[in-house]
């Protein structure tokens, strides 16, 4: 039986040395057919450094939420957040390249992720935008509000996310999704530019050829863009 497990983080900024201050997860598995989530958790863990105001605006942890007594996130502890209970199979985050900035291979004994925001730009392109919460009203995800609220902290996040992991598990495999982690993130439409918001199949073979070969450019849309290049040569069956 497959253990998914979805994490989330909220922490005192975008990268590392930024420090862990919440860790929130919430698991999948197999039930009668279909997938059950089940009850998140979280514990916070007190910043050395301290919460710069402007991460606090995001997700509203403050100081005064810890005391001398509160716990750091060490290695040791992200370890058994990780692992605590039964142990997961895969491991699951919404735009899992943050989570795994700080929850590294020496918490995660090399278990494969699934990024559901990489699968969810694959399977619902037409989705209005792709973060975990549009997703969950997109959907029309009929969900507790006192699992799922407030947005931006750990617990209700990964029990979002958890939910949109369910649909798509109804139509993607487990395989292609931890394929999708791997690679950059396919992007619907161009991003940027003249030609934003453009299907790339409508994007002029010229611009595609000049984004292809920029090296200061976002590396995810030159993927794309020699993406099309490629899908372009090669010939119809």
Not at 72 to 83: F, G, I, K
Not at 121 to 139: C, D, F, G, K, S
Not at 161 to 173: D, G, I, N, Q, W
């Amino acid at each position: 039986m497959t253990r998914f497990r979805v994490i989330d983080l909220e922490t005192t900024g975008v990268e590392p040395p930024a420090e862990i201050i919440e860790f929130g997860r919430a698991d999948v598995v197999p039930s009668g057919g279909d997938y059950e989530v089940e009850r998140p958790m979280a514990r916070l863990y007190r910043p050395l450094n301290g919460i710069p105001p402007e991460t606090m605006a995001v997700h509203h942890i403050t100081e005064d939420d810890f005391t001398s007594d509160s716990p750091v996130c060490t290695p040791e502890r992200l370890h058994q957040a990780v692992w605590g209970g039964p142990a997961p199979d895969v491991l699951v985050a919404h735009n899992s390249a943050f989570e795994q900035q700080f929850v590294t291979e020496a918490a995660t004994e090399q278990l494969p992720w699934i990024c559901t925001y990489k699968s969810a730009l694959r399977v619902w392109p037409e989705a209005p935008r792709h973060t975990n919460q549009v997703l969950r009203y997109w959907l029309g995800l009929k969900l507790d509000n006192a699992l799922a609220m407030p947005p931006h902290r750990a617990g209700p996040d990964a029990w979002v996310t958890a939910y949109v992991l369910v649909e798509l598990l109804k139509r993607a495999s487990v395989e292609d999704m931890i394929l999708w982690t791997k690679e950059p993130k396919l992007m619907p439409t161009v991003p940027f530019g003249k030609h934003r918001g453009s299907a790339w199949s409508e994007a002029p073979l010229d611009y595609l050829q000049w984004m292809s070969r920029q090296t200061d450019m976002d590396a995810d849309a030159v993927w794309n863009a020699q993406r099309e290049l490629k899908r372009r040569a090669t010939p119809s069956s």
